[in-house]
C-alpha cells in the first residue's frame, strides 16, 4: 500500500512575533517528516529585530524576500512583499500557507496564496477591536485575511464569536490557544525559570511602537514616565526601544539623561521573557506582551484606546489605559500601591495552555486527506 503524500506547509513570516508565534507549529511539523513538508519563507519586514528570533527558535528559512527598506510606507511594504510571494509560490506544490496575525506580511501572504489557488490557514484568527484603523494597519490585515482563510485558529472563545458573527462557518473555526504561550513555555522551561526574582527597586517594563502613537501621544507616555518617577524613587524603568526613528526621535531626548530608565536596543526573545517575569508592571501597546505577561502573573497597562485582547481585562490582570499623561499616572500609582504579589510560574491560561501547535497541525492533518 503506497504511504500517504506528505502535506506542504509553506509558512509565510516577517516580523518578530511571526517567528515566536509559529516556531512551536514549525517545530512541530519538522518532527514529522513523513506527514509534513515544511517550507518557510521569510519576508524580511523587521529584520533588525527578527534574526534573533529565528536563531533562538531555531527556525532555517527555504527563502528570505529581503524587502525591508528604511522607514518604508505600508503601502510599499505590501506591494513588495506581495510580489515576492507571488515569485515564490508560482509553480509550487504547496498544500496550506500559514500565516499569523495581522502584519502587512500576513495579509500579503494570505493574497498571494490566493492567487495561486492555496488555501489559507490563518493562526490567530478572529481578533477584533471594531475600529478599522485602531490599531493601524493591523485591524484592517485581519478581516480582510478573514475573508481568504479557510481554516481559521482562534486562540480564544471571544475570538471564535467574533468569527461566526462575521459569517464564518463554523467547522472552518478551531479553538486552539494561541501559539504565543507555546512558545513563552518553552522558553520559560529552558531558561530555567522559577520565583520572581528578589529585587530591591521596583521595576516597570515599557514597551511603545504602535503607529497611531507615533508623535504626541508617545510623548505624552514619556512624559507620564517622568512623573512617575519623580512620585516613587525606588522605581526604576526598562525600555527596549523599537528601532523606528519615529519611537527613537521622541523617546531619547524626553528620557536619555534620566538615571533611573534604562534605555536599550530590543531585547533578544529570552532576555525580554526574563524582564516580563521580573517586572512589577509593564506599560505597552503591544498585543502579544498582553498575552504573555498574563501566563507570567505580571499585570499589563495598555498604551492604547482599544484591544482585540480583552480576556485579560475581564480577569483584572489589564487595564486599558491610553496615551494621556495623568490617566497614565493615575493607573500607574494605583498599581504600585496594591498589596505585593508573586508570579504564579506559569498557572494562569487565559490565551493558551502551551498546546496550541499541536491543534493546529491535527486539523491540518485530517483536512488535508480524504477521510
Sequence with gaps: ????????LAFVLGTRPEAVKLSSLITQARASPDVFGVHVVNTGQHREILDGMLEWFDIKCD????????SPRVGETAVTALS????????????????QGDT???????????????????????????????????????????????????????ARDNLLRE?????????????????????YRKLGLGRRPDIRSRRILVTSHRRENHGEPLARICDALVEILERFPDLT????????????????????KLARVELMEPMDYP??????????????DSGGVQEEASY???????????????????????????????????????MLTRPSREASGGTSNLYGDGNAAGRILSFLAKASRPA
Excluded at 500500500?1 to 506542504?8: D, E, F, K, T, V
Excluded at 527563502?63 to 528604511?70: G, S, T, Y
Excluded at 521573557?273 to 505597552?284: G, R, T
Design 296 to 334: 507570567l502573573d505580571t499585570p499589563v497597562l495598555i498604551l492604547r484606546d482599544s484591544t482585540e485582547r480583552p480576556e485579560a481585562i475581564h480577569a483584572g490582570m489589564s487595564s486599558l489605559v491610553g496615551t494621556e499623561t495623568a490617566r497614565i499616572v493615575a493607573a500607574v500609582e494605583g
Design 237 to 256: 524603568i526598562q525600555f527596549p526601544m523599537h528601532p523606528s526613528p519615529k519611537v527613537r526621535e521622541i523617546v531619547v531626548p524626553r528620557l536619555g
Design 84 to 99: 515576492g510571494l507571488d515569485s515564490w509560490l508560482r509553480g509550487k506544490a504547496i498544500d496550506w500557507v500559514i500565516v
Design 63 to 70: 527563502a528570505d524576500l529581503q524587502i525591508m527598506q528604511k
Design 104 to 158: 502587512t506580511t500576513t495579509f500579503a501572504g494570505a493574497l498571494a496564496a490566493f492567487y495561486h489557488q492555496i488555501p489559507v490557514a490563518h493562526v490567530e484568527a478572529g481578533l477584533r477591536t471594531t475600529n478599522c484603523y485602531s490599531p493601524f494597519p493591523e485591524e484592517m490585515n485581519r478581516r480582510l485575511v478573514t475573508q481568504i482563510a479557510g481554516a481559521h485558529f482562534a486562540a480564544t472563545n471571544l
Design 271 to 284: 532576555r525580554f521573557v526574563e524582564a516580563m517575569a521580573a517586572a512589577d508592571l509593564i506599560l505597552s
Design 167 to 187: 459569517g464564518v462557518a463554523p467547522d472552518r473555526i478551531v479553538v486552539t490557544g494561541n501559539t504565543g504561550i507555546d512558545a513563552l513555555l518553552w522558553t
Design 1 to 8: 500500500m503506497q504511504a500517504p503524500r506528505r502535506i506542504n
